[in-house]
Structures are given as C-alpha cells and as structure tokens.
C-alpha cells in the first residue's frame, strides 16, 4: 500500500470498484476495508462519497478492530457464467 503524508493528512491508495446498477446508480466498494461501499447519481458524487465513507470506515477499523489498513492488488475481474437451481 503506498501511503504519503500531507499536512495532517495521510494519504493511502485503495482499490476500488465501481459497478452501475439497473437504475443507473454507480455503486463503489473498498474491498480492503470493512462493509465500505456507497453510491452516488453521478460518478463525481460517487468519488465524493467514497472520501466520506473511507474516512469513516478506516476510523472504525482503527478504533473497534485496532487493524492496520491492508491493500489488495487489483488482478482482474471477469464476467463468469454460473449454473443456478
């Protein structure tokens, strides 16, 4: 994970994926971090959001579960076909 410090700030870079649902949606999750996702009407209000819902969620991560912040490496996604009963 590279991290850099600003100011007060520190800065880490997380995957993220981005999905559109069939309202039109965009919907982002943060694998490496707890239940993090949100959505947003536009991908602008989406990236808004996720700054919120990341910097809640690593203070969570950080206060109940005391983990340090792990970043996955993205690999690749794919569209698989699955059988269903």
Known sequence: MKT???KNNK???LPVLIEQDENGMFVGSVPSLRSCYTQGK?????YKNLEEVVELC???????????????????FQNLSF???
């Open 4 to 6: 850099k410090k600003t």
């Open 11 to 13: 800065v880490i870079n």
């Open 42 to 46: 536009t991908l602008e209000e989406l």
């Open 58 to 76: 690593t203070e969570a991560d950080k206060e109940f579960f005391g983990n340090k912040i792990y970043s996955n490496k993205i690999i690749g």
């Open 83 to 85: 059988s269903l009963r």
